[in-house]
């Protein structure tokens, strides 16, 4: 796998990783573009089970695998499979001639991790023609990994062939918009860590730096830095906030609120002086609320006004998506975002972006 490299396209934050000689693709949409003659590509997978983090007495989690789909012809997505073991599994079949084709992960980081291993075609894999776009990145939590978008309206149950990432509201604004992207998400996630947690999991002004937290903490190595100089985002939209809120929704004591919303708003200017760094001055960071809940908007208002007139920076902006309209969009699963919601978002973002002139 290891000799094709330099003929791919990687797509999001990928890891190469010796031991095992495959690439892993773990991130929501991540994955690769190959470019070959032939009728017919497959590839051999490696799979890591994850679970869901649970309140305490609760049921085990059950484990969970990763899934994937194939892309062609420009959006269309084929060949969605579940991979749950080792071994070769089929991308695509067609007719003889030179291809392109782009596998995607489109169920989350937190839900199962894909390997690389191997690539095989009836003919030659070909050098891909990379094309320069603007990159987006999207950081969040379940609402950016389009957790249960497909499922049944409001359904109690999760699952990850229903985690649709191609058609997340960040992938679908990036693709209108001619960007490349990648989605740094979490379903859970907070901005930071709240004084009393309720879930012993990282957030993400702890994991952002890596490349990939989650994969290095699973194989009990110490996580390795992303490189952002060679991978600069023109645009970075944060939507988080909505996990944040738990801690003070949990929390019996009233007068704990107004600390507790101060503490949410310090860490979040706290992560936007992160972004800044690690990003550079030339990036337009986009903060954002929404869809499912709006109770810290105030306080990302706060911390995005304070840090600009601490600092100056004029690009960062702020803005809440529309809620979720039960009526005409219905619920994914455990009232996340529907795919109506997702795709109503995905336009919102872009038509954001367009208004602020970043795009």
Not at 67 to 72: L, P
Not at 134 to 156: H, L, Q
Not at 304 to 332: H, L, P, R, S
Request: charged letters at 25%; one cysteine or more.
């Amino acid at each position: 796998m290891k000799e094709l490299l330099s003929k791919l396209i990687l797509h999001g934050r990928t890891v190469w990783e010796e031991e095992t000689q495959a690439l892993w693709c773990n991130w929501t949409c991540s994955g690769i573009s190959v470019r070959f003659t032939g009728s017919r590509l497959k590839a051999k997978l490696s799979v890591l089970a994850d679970k869901m983090p649970v309140l305490p007495g609760s049921p085990p989690s059950p484990d969970f695998f990763p899934h994937i789909g194939v892309v062609t012809d420009g959006e269309n997505l084929i060949n969605r499979q579940d991979i749950t073991a080792d071994g070769w599994y089929d991308l695509w079949q067609g007719e003889q001639g030179e291809h392109t084709v782009r596998l995607v992960k489109l169920s989350e980081n937190s839900r199962g991790k894909l390997g690389i291993l191997a690539l095989e075609c009836d003919g030659e894999i070909l050098p891909c023609d990379a094309e320069k776009k603007p990159v987006m990145e999207i950081i969040g939590d379940s609402i950016t990994c389009a957790f249960g978008s497909e499922s049944a309206d409001n359904s109690p149950e999760f699952l990850c062939s229903e985690e649709n990432g191609w058609t997340s509201y960040g992938a679908l604004a990036a693709r209108e918009l001619g960007c490349e992207w990648r989605q740094i998400c979490v379903s859970g996630i907070s901005v930071c860590r709240p004084e009393h947690p309720m879930f012993p999991m990282a957030s993400m002004d702890e994991i952002y730096r890596f490349t990939d937290q989650l994969f290095d903490e699973k194989r009990g190595k110490a996580p390795v830095d992303f490189d952002f100089k060679a991978n600069p985002a023109d645009i970075v939209v944060l939507n988080l906030g909505t996990n944040d809120s738990n801690a003070i929704r949990f929390c019996p004591d009233f007068g704990k609120y107004a600390a507790m919303e101060d503490w949410f708003r310090d860490h979040y200017r706290a992560f936007l002086a992160q972004l800044r760094e690690l990003n550079g001055p030339d990036t337009a960071i986009v903060c954002t609320l929404g869809s499912m809940d709006y109770y810290l908007y105030d306080q990302i208002l706060q911390a995005v006004e304070q840090y600009k007139a601490e600092t100056g920076d004029e690009k960062i902006y702020a803005f809440k998506f529309a809620g979720i309209n039960m009526m005409t969009e219905g619920y994914g699963a455990m009232a996340h975002p529907s795919a109506k919601t997702q795709e109503r978002m995905g336009r919102e973002l872009a038509f954001r972006l367009r208004e602020l002139g970043i795009c």
